[in-house]
C-alpha cells in the first residue's frame, strides 16, 4: 500500500523556519516525481514546489522561491520542505503528492499526482 504520510507542521513566529517531512512507505521516492502544495480553507489548492523523480531538478511557485527549498533522503524515503523567512500568508495546511513517472519534468498542478498525504498545518502568527 502507497503511503505518505505529513510532518513537522506548527506554530511559528513571522521570520521563522519549519522543515515539513513526507514520509513515504509502499513505494521508492526515486521512481516518483514529488509536489508539495498548500490549502486555505475556501481557497485553491497551490502548488508550493516540485522535485523531479531523480532529485536533480526542482521547480518553486513565485510566492516561496527563494524562501522554500525541497530536498530528499533516499536513505530514510522521505521528501522535506525546507520554509525560511515565512509570512502570515504561508499559514496554510500543507500537503505532499506523489506520481510515478520516468519523465525529468515535475508540475504545480495538483491534477498531475495520484498519492497524496493527509497534510499537516502550518501557521504563522505572532
Known amino acids: 500500500q502507497l503511503q505518505l504520510v505529513e510532518s513537522g507542521g506548527g506554530l511559528v513566529q513571522p521570520g521563522g523556519s519549519l522543515r515539513l517531512s513526507c514520509a513515504a512507505s509502499?513505494?521508492?521516492?526515486?521512481?516518483?516525481?514529488i509536489g508539495w502544495f498548500r490549502q486555505v480553507p475556501g481557497k485553491e489548492r497551490e502548488g508550493v514546489g516540485c522535485?523531479?523523480?531523480?532529485?536533480?531538478?526542482?521547480n518553486y511557485a513565485d510566492s516561496v522561491a527563494g524562501r522554500f527549498t525541497i530536498s530528499r533522503d533516499d536513505a530514510k524515503n522521505a521528501v522535506y520542505l525546507q520554509m525560511n523567512s515565512l509570512k502570515p500568508e504561508d499559514t496554510a495546511v500543507y500537503y505532499c503528492?506523489?506520481?510515478?513517472?520516468?519523465?525529468?519534468?515535475?508540475?504545480?498542478?495538483?491534477?498531475?499526482?495520484?498519492?497524496w498525504g493527509q497534510g499537516t498545518q502550518v501557521t504563522v502568527s505572532s
Open positions: 509502499g513505494f521508492t521516492l526515486d521512481a516518483f516525481r
Open positions: 522535485m523531479i523523480p531523480s532529485g536533480a531538478r526542482m
Open positions: 503528492a506523489a506520481n510515478r513517472s520516468p519523465l525529468r519534468a515535475c508540475f504545480l498542478q495538483g491534477a498531475k499526482y495520484n498519492y
